[in-house]
T-cell receptor, first 111, second 113 residues
Framework: DQQVKQNSPSLSVQEGRISILNCDYT??????FLWYKKYPAEGPTFLIS?????DKNEDGRFTVFLNKSAKHLSLHIVPSQPGDSAVYFC??????????FGTGTRLTVIP | DTGVSQNPRHKITKRGQNVTFRCDPI?????LYWYRQTLGQGPEFLTY????????KSRLLSDRFSAERPKGSFSTLEIQRTEQGDSAMYLC???????????FGPGTRLTVL
């Protein structure tokens, strides 16, 4: 039972353009959402998060949007850079407990 | 702050052998989590500790798996009688009190032959 879904396995974007990564969830009890970036042979690196009481959080080039009614969140990267090429995981949490992860989206930023 | 560390980074073993992994969390992080990641999937929760207490275990954690955090600092994850299906990346994460973000280590990649 996949409670967090990332339906796009891959995304290619030109350098300088916007990257939009999407995530859907099914559990309405999720109260905190995170995005992680992962390079091969490394652990996930925290990028940005958002509480369920907000609908937007911004940190430099990264913005996360949360639409609770649609159970959907997205990560926007503007402008995209070649160093952003990695696998991006969406994760969600209920209370103080473990994270539920999506299956990831591989972002390739083309120079 | 040196981040979460895990040892070994790679482990190759034969089916039926026991293996043990170690995780050192970020200093003063009281919560410690173990996850497993297989190819093409996101990390899946195995178990977590608050200080030395193991508070939750996933149904993925069969009785061949055991985790400890004896002094509330580092943690070990042992797999007994390994099977080929145990081949995966084992990730450890830690979280500070009254914060929301889990920080991950580099993982231990286990290959069972």
């Amino acid at each position: 039972d996949q409670q967090v879904k990332q339906n796009s396995p891959s995304l290619s974007v030109q350098e300088g353009r916007i990257s939009i990564l999407n995530c859907d969830y099914t559990n309405s009890m999720f109260d905190y959402f995170l995005w992680y970036k992962k390079y091969p042979a490394e652990g996930p690196t925290f990028l940005i998060s958002i509480s369920s009481i907000k609908d937007k959080n911004e940190d430099g080039r990264f913005t996360v949007f949360l639409n609770k009614s649609a159970k959907h969140l997205s990560l926007h990267i503007v402008p995209s850079q070649p160093g952003d090429s990695a696998v991006y995981f969406c994760a969600a949490r209920v209370g103080a407990n473990n994270l539920f992860f999506g299956t990831g989206t591989r972002l390739t930023v083309i120079p | 702050d040196t981040g979460v560390s895990q040892n070994p980074r790679h482990k190759i073993t034969k089916r039926g052998q026991n293996v043990t992994f170690r995780c050192d969390p970020i200093s003063e992080h009281n919560r410690l989590y173990w996850y497993r990641q297989t190819l093409g999937q996101g990390p899946e929760f195995l178990t977590y500790f608050q200080n030395e207490a193991q508070l939750e275990k996933s149904r993925l954690l069969s009785d061949r798996f055991s985790a400890e955090r004896p002094k509330g600092s580092f943690s070990t994850l042992e797999i007994q009688r390994t099977e080929q299906g145990d081949s995966a990346m084992y990730l450890c994460a830690s979280r500070a009190p009254y914060t929301d973000t889990q920080y991950f280590g580099p993982g231990t990649r286990l290959t069972v032959l």
